[in-house]
């Protein structure tokens, strides 16, 4: 299947601004360099309108085509791509490894900004399609903030977008192999923060403590249980647990324990559930401790849902380019591109990135073979879609 031969012939370039990218990661909002870059770019392309400064800090192109769309197609879509990196180190030893200390491209948003970045050359320069695109780039989606943060400013309404699509790489899925499904295809995702206060003092006279750690500990078995006792199995649903502070010195028993961690579900009834029950447990420890526990569950990532329609288009597109072409099960992977797509119908999309390290891993690597194929679909995807 064909790979747009001018793609193959921007290849180095567009390698080169993913690789410039990888080695200047910048986080969340903080996006000056990356920003700079992108936009300074679009400008050279000669797109009809590039607006930075939306949503914060992300960037918004506008590019139109010759003519008008038939009737029954949209006339506006949008393309959204991610531009933060995550607070890693890297360790991979690249010739363009991070500069920047504690920050790190891990995720691939690089190679995504780049891809993009390809698409918006070529579409800018052919214009060989109807209505209009918007290139969409976001900032802060490692943290959850940056979709509804540029949905504040009014993105969908400003500019009339009709249908939204989204494009990432996923490890372990052959490069030049598309992802896509109809239906819930990520999890929703709710940030946990559990403050445990005890009563310190000495080792010695334990019956005259509430020791801050044993409840802590005693709480991360009983949730492990919930997923196992409490929801059915044929559901989804993921309780994890990443920090956990607790203790100053010795002999002191803890006084004070703090838990952070994440819930993931796929269903709204799942997830209330599983929010009931941990509180149920909670209190159920406190009591049996005499801990004070305070458990705080905050949503950061709605259920990715892919609409019908723009999962057809995107299906398509994705087979003009490659001959594999599957139908990938739901991940409980959080993504933030669930907000634009209740805001409008969208598809969100998974490109191979072959045998490499797992995304958010200090030895991540995007594939750079990867653009071929996704600066592809993005221009097939707009010249079938309008």
């Known amino acids: ?77 949008g393309l959204r791509c991610d531009m933060d990196a995550l607070a890693i180190d890297e360790s991979t030893n690249l010739t363009y490894s991070s500069k920047n200390s504690g920050s790190m491209h891990a995720c691939g948003h690089d190679g995504h900004s780049a891809m993009l970045l390809g698409a918006a050359q070529y579409l800018a320069e052919t214009r060989n399609f109807a209505g209009t695109v918007v290139l969409i780039f976001e900032p802060a989606e490692e943290v959850g903030t940056g979709a509804r943060a540029m949905l504040d400013d009014g993105l969908m309404d400003r500019f009339e977008i009709e249908q939204v ?27 946990v923060e559990i403050t445990i206060e005890g009563s310190g003092g000495h080792p010695g006279t334990p019956h005259k403590c509430v020791d801050a750690m044993l409840a802590g500990a005693q709480l991360l078995t009983a949730f492990q249980q919930i997923v196992s006792q409490n929801i059915n199995p044929l559901e989804s649903a993921a309780i994890s647990f990443h920090e956990f502070h607790c203790g100053t010195t010795q002999p002191v028993v803890a006084q004070r324990a703090e838990l952070k961690g994440t819930i993931r579900t796929l269903k709204s009834d799942v997830r209330d559930a599983v929010h009931a029950r941990m509180q149920k447990v909670a209190n159920g ?45 739901p991940i409980l992977i959080g993504e933030d591109f669930s907000y634009f797509a209740r805001a409008r119908p969208g598809v969100f999309v998974w490109c191979g990135n072959g045998d490499s390290a797992s995304l958010h891993h200090a030895t991540y690597d995007f594939n750079d073979q990867v653009i071929l194929y996704g600066t592809s679909y993005w221009i097939k995807l707009v010249e079938n879609t309008l």
């Open 165 to 191: 699509f989204g494009l990432h790489n996923l490890p372990g899925l052959p490069v030049g192999t598309f992802g896509v499904r109809q239906g819930p295809a990520l999890g929703a995702t709710d940030s």
């Open 1 to 77: 299947m064909p790979i747009l031969p001018e793609v193959v012939e921007r290849h180095a370039v567009i390698t080169a601004w993913r690789h410039d990218l990888h080695q200047n990661p910048e986080l969340g909002f903080d996006l000056d360099r990356t920003v700079g870059l992108i936009a300074a770019r679009l400008e050279e392309f000669g797109c009809d309108e590039v607006i930075t400064g939306f949503g914060k800090s992300g960037i918004v192109a506008i590019i139109k085509g010759k003519g008008q769309p038939k009737n029954g197609n949209p006339k506006v879509i």
């Open 285 to 329: 420890i406190a009591t049996v401790t005499g801990a004070s526990i305070d458990l705080k569950i905050e949503g950061v990532d709605a259920v990715v849902f892919n609409h019908t329609t723009p999962t057809e288009h995107a299906r398509r597109a994705a087979k003009e380019i490659s001959d594999a072409v599957v139908e990938t099960a």
